[in-house]
T-cell receptor, first 112, second 114 residues
């Protein structure tokens, strides 16, 4: 089955700096790659996603890149703000319905 | 539009008991998936329902079961509870029945087994 690895597990950045989180996946049939942000006491919130026919997608301060050949995708957050502090999860899904396989998560701390 | 709602939000049960959790998807969404979140195992897929049929199932024992009703609302049941079943149970709904569509999560039900 699919396996998703996520790095780093924790990330501390200064407000205004950029943050990058990287994920690798194992199943070449995976074709949908969402990113979720989870704040304390809440469910994961979809913040951006990318499909396998696209190499890059941007939404304001966040962007995601996908390298299908290398089977890795990354989340980039620019101009970080304290409210960006949360746990971020990458995930992958493919031919197996809507089943999402998640990475282990990255705890991001943005220091003012 | 209202988001995914889950009830109850918190639950405390004793080993050996059973529990039923409920999920109401976003209006118009027809696919519902369930996930278990624990500090040790992370987010793990339990099962997915579409049009009242289980379309996919994760690697959990038969004590975990679910169903979906004609209005797309879903329930999951865990029988003979074990301490290791303590977790946040998350429900997610998908707007389309097709593959690889975005999933929107509810706030979860925090289950504690004592």
């Amino acid at each position: 089955g699919e396996n998703v690895e996520q790095h780093p597990s924790t990330l501390s950045v200064q407000e205004g700096d950029s943050a990058v989180i990287k994920c690798t996946y194992s199943d070449s049939a995976s074709n949908y790659f969402p990113w979720y942000k989870q704040e304390l006491g809440k469910g994961p919130q979809l913040i951006i996603d990318i499909r396998s026919n696209v190499g890059e997608k941007k939404d304001q301060r966040i962007a995601v890149t996908l390298n299908k050949t290398a089977k890795h995708f990354s989340l980039h957050i620019t101009e970080t703000q304290p409210e960006d502090s949360a746990v971020y999860f990458c995930a992958a899904s493919g031919a197996a319905g809507n089943k999402l396989t998640f990475g282990g998560g990255t705890r991001v701390l943005v220091k003012p | 539009k209202a988001g995914v709602t889950q009830t109850p939000r918190y639950l405390i049960k004793t080993r050996g008991q059973q529990v039923t959790l409920s999920c109401s998807p976003i209006s118009g969404h027809r696919s519902v998936s369930w996930y278990q979140q624990t500090p040790g195992q992370g987010l793990q897929f339990l099962f997915e329902y579409f049009s009242e049929t289980q379309r996919n199932k994760g690697n959990f024992p038969g004590r975990f079961s679910g169903r979906q009703f004609s209005n797309s609302r879903s329930e999951m049941n865990v029988s003979t509870l074990e301490l290791g079943d303590s977790a946040l149970y998350l429900c997610a709904s998908t707007p389309l029945g097709s593959l690889g569509s975005e999933q929107y999560f509810g706030p979860g039900t925090r289950l504690t087994v004592t």
